[in-house]
């Protein structure tokens, strides 16, 4: 092979390689709440199926991430239920500046499988009452008939804040402190109600889509003005490529409509 060939072939591999789709295949480290964790996982798979890179996705409570992160645990990404720890991971130098965005809003709704209620839903085989007034699940809640409600912890999960300020609205948190059982996070507080060991509890209304209709029961989406916004956003804790290129999927129309039909808002819903 003449010298001349060599180089030729030489500064074909090098234009090549620089080529997007054939960048090197790259592990992209994603800390998820445990709300979005099944939502995750469906917009892990539609990315995977465009690029070479490959989505780990930890699940657990926002704060319990938020603490890890800050101990150096190696994201490359976080997913958080509230703005309130990715600004603060910002605000200690743990973030890049200018990444944080809002990726969904969350709906608090509180839910009793064994419930028949007044008005059912058929376009998703959930029942939901239409007032106050007449709302069966809200007259359980009051009179305390039940042996326990179940919600996230709310020092660790926004979520679980969030029903804790909708028990404060309605009276009924120091009333309930003896029947409240806190999970860690909002899947642990989901489990709970499932199982039977807590006859009803707050959780997030997104976890209701993916139930068998015979499942779902009853529940009461609580009004929004009886919490602050679960305005979930996520921040990218460094610059690699990869981990733009998630975030530009997670970013694009595609995936809005998958997090959308996953029963959450996002910027296009809200308006901004």
């Given amino acids: 092979m003449t010298p001349r060939v060599s180089y030729f072939i030489f500064c074909s591999l090098l234009i090549f390689s620089s080529l997007p789709g054939t960048l090197e295949a790259a592990e992209i480290r994603v800390a998820v709440a445990s709300n979005f ?9 539609s990315f995977e199926t465009q ?28 997913f958080a239920a509230d703005a309130k720890r990715p600004q603060l991971l910002e ?15 969350g709906t608090l709704t509180l839910w009793q499988p064994e419930q028949t209620t007044n008005r059912s ?9 239409t007032s106050i007034e007449s709302n069966s699940i809200l007259k359980t ?44 996070n909002i899947s642990q507080a989901f489990h709970f109600v499932y199982s039977g060991n807590a006859q009803l509890g707050f959780v997030a209304h997104a ?7 015979d ?33 530009e999927y997670i970013r694009s129309p595609a995936a809005k409509l998958i997090i959308q039909q996953q029963g959450y808002l996002t910027s296009d819903t809200l308006g901004r």
């Avoid at 989505?55 to 190696?74: C, D, L, M, N, R």
């Fill in 37 to 45: 964790v099944v939502t995750m996982k469906l917009l892990a798979r």
């Fill in 51 to 78: 690029n070479n890179h490959r989505i780990v996705i930890a699940s657990g409570s926002t704060g319990k991430h938020f603490a890890q992160i800050s101990h150096g645990a190696p994201f490359d990404l976080f």
């Fill in 91 to 105: 605000q200690q130098g743990l973030a890049i500046d200018g990444t944080r965005f809002t990726y969904a809003l």
């Fill in 121 to 129: 839903d058929n376009s998703t085989g959930m029942r939901e009452t």
């Fill in 141 to 184: 809640l009051k009179q305390a008939n039940f042996n326990y409600l179940a919600i996230a912890n709310p020092k660790l999960a926004p979520y679980g804040m969030a029903a804790k300020e909708s028990l404060q609205a309605l009276g009924l948190w120091e009333k309930l402190q003896t029947q409240i059982v806190r999970g860690e």
């Fill in 207 to 213: 976890q209701l889509i993916h139930l068998d209709p």
């Fill in 215 to 247: 499942a779902r029961g009853g529940f009461w989406q609580i009004p929004p003005h009886y919490y602050q916004p679960i305005e979930q956003q996520a921040v990218q804790l460094n610059d690699k490529a990869a981990t733009r290129a998630f975030v």
